[in-house]
């Protein structure tokens, strides 16, 4: 069984920072892509920024510059780092991982809720 945990979302005024965090276990043979997701009241789920194995990354435009993605294979664990927030980037925030156990499947977390308040 594999889990995907995240943490680290909470309340912040417009400016300020927040580091989310997402650790898989479980088994684990090796992981692809690993990305971040979002959801806000009423819209869709949009991808954030994703990175894969090699190192990688990519990035909505709407956080280009504001928001890094980076890794630790060692831990399994993907962070995202998100810098100068705005209060449209409230959302519950989703970690994705691309991995393959006994087969190569796409998991979700079970979200974490980032407000920005102005």
């Known amino acids: 069984q594999v889990q995907l945990v995240e943490s680290g979302g909470g309340l912040v005024q417009a400016g300020g920072s927040l580091r989310l965090s997402c650790a898989a276990s479980?088994?684990?043979?090796?992981?692809?892509?690993m990305g971040w997701y979002r959801q806000a009241p009423g819209k869709q789920r949009e991808v954030v920024a994703a990175?894969?194995?090699?190192?990688?990354?990519n990035y909505a435009d709407s956080v280009k510059g504001r928001f890094t993605i980076s890794r630790d294979n060692a831990k399994n664990t993907v962070y995202l780092q998100m810098n100068s927030l705005k209060p449209e980037d409230t959302a519950v925030y989703y970690c994705?991982?691309?991995?393959?156990?006994?087969?190569?499947?796409?998991?979700w977390g079970q979200g974490t809720q980032v407000t920005v308040s102005s």
């Open positions: 994705n991982a691309r991995l393959r156990s006994y087969s190569l499947d796409g998991y």
């Open positions: 479980g088994i684990i043979f090796s992981i692809n892509t």
């Open positions: 990175i894969n194995s090699g190192g990688s990354t």
